[in-house]
């Protein structure tokens, strides 16, 4: 059975630093592309950020470019998303996901919520 | 951006009943992705590749469409189905999804 399971998230101030872990298990997570998905409160899905299989490709959406990265340990089978100088607009649930670049997501994590408040 | 506009944003339909939901592109994409989310719970895949069921999805779900418009259809609405649909698109950077459709049981 697939396991993503998501952890570091909670409550952190604005402009301060956190970062999130996704451990996954059941598949081989070494031949995969990975995102994130982050969910605000009562809103929509917005893409965050993916990684190819070997971390050879990166991409970034816009709102996130130049203070979030995603990295991954294929030794650990562990992503990860460093997220620094936070605001307010981060506030979400913060979902990993499996899948390659151009296509669906295939798995999705349980979520871990990231909240940037004074 | 390829923006996606789903519609229609809420709807409601009684068990049995058949219910479509819609996906216009402001691009030409050439694939088209949906998702069920339940109260609480992660987003899960239905379709991919605009009409290919994921696995363990009911045969009631498919998906169809081409170039700037694709739609979700549920032939027989069931209690279970009541949750919010997005589309997703990954034709070009970065994936987008639609603004989502909730769909209610009457």
């Known amino acids: 059975e697939v396991q993503l399971v998501e952890s570091g998230g909670g409550l952190v101030q604005p402009g301060r630093s956190l970062k999130l872990s996704c451990v996954a298990s059941g598949f081989t997570f070494s031949n995969y592309g990975m995102n994130w998905i982050r969910q605000a409160p009562g809103k929509g899905l917005e893409w965050v950020a993916y990684i190819s299989s070997g971390s050879s490709y990166i991409y970034y959406a816009e709102t996130v470019k130049g203070r979030f990265t995603i990295s991954r340990d294929n030794a650990k089978n562990t992503l990860y998303l460093q997220m620094t100088s936070l605001r307010s607009e981060d506030t979400a649930l913060y979902y990993c996901a499996s899948g390659d670049y151009g296509y669906n997501l295939d798995y999705w994590g349980q979520g871990v919520m990231v909240t940037v408040s004074s | 951006e390829i923006v996606l506009t789903q519609s229609p944003t809420t709807t409601a339909a009684s068990p049995g009943e058949k219910v479509t939901i819609t996906c216009l592109a402001s691009?030409?994409?050439?694939?088209m992705y949906w998702y069920q989310q339940k109260s609480g719970a992660s987003p899960k895949l239905l379709i991919y590749?605009?009409?290919s069921l994921a696995s363990g999805v009911p045969d009631r779900f498919s998906g169809s469409g081409s170039g700037t418009s694709y739609s979700l259809t549920i032939n027989t609405m069931e209690a279970e189905d009541a949750a919010t649909y997005y589309c997703q698109q990954w034709s070009s950077n970065p994936l987008t999804f639609g603004s989502g459709t909730k769909l209610e049981i009457k």
């Open positions: 590749s605009t009409s």
């Open positions: 691009s030409s994409v050439s694939n």
